[in-house]
Structure formats: C-alpha cells, structure tokens
T-cell receptor, first 113, second 113 residues
Framework: ETGVTQTPRHLVMGMTNKKSLKCEQHLGHNAMYWYKQSAKKPLELMFVYSLEERVENNSVPSRFSPECPNSSHLFLHLHTLQPEDSALYLC????????????FGSGTQLSVL | GESVGLHLPTLSVQEGDNSIINCAYSNSASDYFIWYKQESGKGPQFIIDIRSNMDKRQGQRVTVLLNKTVKHLSLQIAATQPGDSAVYFCAEKLLGGGNKLTFGTGTQLKVEL
C-alpha cells in the first residue's frame, strides 16, 4: 500500500445527488492532488493543494469542489454531475523533499447515471 | 511505443523475457521523468524516476534510459513475470513547472505464460 487511502472505492450517483470523495495520507506529505482518469486518456490534473492552500485549479467545472482541511485530508465534493464525469478519481500526495514524485491512492470509481 | 497524450498500445511478452516499454516526449525543457505501474483496480504505483542530467538509472529488475537527443524514454523490465502485467505510464515535468507532471496514456503489458 502507498499510504494514501481513498473512500469510497466505488460510487454510483444520480445527476441530482451530492456526494463527497475522501482522501487521507499519513506520509507526512504537504501537497495533495486530485486527478481524473478516463479510459484511454492521460491522467488529468484537477486540483493541487500545497500546505493546505489551493495552488492549482485546472479549469475544472464548479460542480467539483475540493476541500483540504489539513495536510492529511483532502475531499472532493460532487454535485449535479453529468454522465461524462464518470471516471476513476485518484488522489495523490507528495513529499516536500521530492515533490515531483506522487504517491497515489487506489481511486474512487465513479459512475454518474 | 507510447507518446504522451496518444493511444494505448499493448505489449505482449513471454514470461522470463525482457520487456521494453517506450515513451516519446515532446518538450525538450522537461527535466524530470517518472514511470508508474497501474494494476487493475489500483492506483498508479511508482517504479523508477530519472532526472535529465542522467542517461540511465537502474532499480530492482528495472532500468530507465533517457535519450534527450531524440526525446525518448524507455523502461526495461528484466525477466518479466506474470505480476508485471499492468499498464505502464511515463510522465514528465517541465523545468520550472513546479511539481506538475504530464502523463502519457500508458502501455498495456501482457505477460504470457
């Protein structure tokens, strides 16, 4: 295991639902990331938090709302999603001494009906 | 082989043979490269990385080669085992690009018994 834990592993939601994805790391890292992984496409960076401040927002629709309450936890709040948002959502963290090297969780497989 | 941002090729090898997975990158300003392995149902797992001031780096059963002249990166796996079956991603980081990685679409490695 990488030390990055994501819950839930699978999520099915309707377009009018509100749900949240959770990520937790106990590696002492100070940066956390959300990535979207769709079939046969490169990983897409969504958000980056460094020292609990959002440092990158890659033109992600407002129906995705991240939250980083402390350096160990990261959330992705979802509301009024579209079927094309169905994908694997991966959380990652990085060590301040080697911040290019990402440690990924196992992801949340999201299906929007 | 794989190019950052294009199709997902498949490489089939016999158990015990050596595997070579290729990656072409387009930005000569990239100064850091990394390989990840992703097994079904799991998040990407770090394999090996290399900085642009090096041509070769070796790990346990894996070697990464970097040819900056032709902007080519390869991952060599010695004595390929069934447990090596996975999708392999390369990623690059631009010099001065902070900690943002740009990922390729991946290569599916299948190990035949």
């Amino acid at each position: 295991e990488t030390g990055v834990t994501q819950t839930p592993r699978h999520l099915v939601m309707g377009m009018t639902n509100k749900k949240s994805l959770k990520c937790e790391q106990h590696l002492g890292h100070n940066a956390m990331y959300w990535y979207k992984q769709s079939a046969k496409k490169p990983l897409e960076l969504m958000f980056v938090y460094s020292l609990e401040e959002r440092v990158e927002n890659n033109s992600v629709p407002s129906r995705f709302s991240p939250e980083c309450p402390n350096s160990s936890h990261l959330f992705l709040h979802l509301h009024t999603l579209q079927p094309e948002d169905s994908a694997l959502y991966l959380c990652a963290s990085s060590d301040p001494a080697a911040n290019e090297k990402l440690f990924f969780g196992s992801g949340t497989q999201l299906s929007v009906l | 082989g794989e190019s950052v941002g294009l199709h997902l090729p498949t490489l089939s090898v016999q158990e015990g043979d050596n595997s070579i997975i290729n990656c072409a990158y387009s930005n000569s300003a990239s100064d850091y490269f990394i390989w990840y392995k992703q097994e079904s149902g799991k998040g990407p797992q770090f394999i090996i990385d290399i900085r642009s001031n090096m041509d070769k780096r070796q790990g346990q059963r894996v070697t990464v080669l970097l040819n900056k002249t032709v902007k080519h990166l390869s991952l060599q796996i010695a004595a390929t085992q069934p447990g090596d079956s996975a999708v392999y991603f390369c990623a690059e980081k631009l010099l001065g690009g902070g900690n943002k990685l740009t990922f390729g679409t991946g290569t599916q490695l299948k190990v035949e018994l």
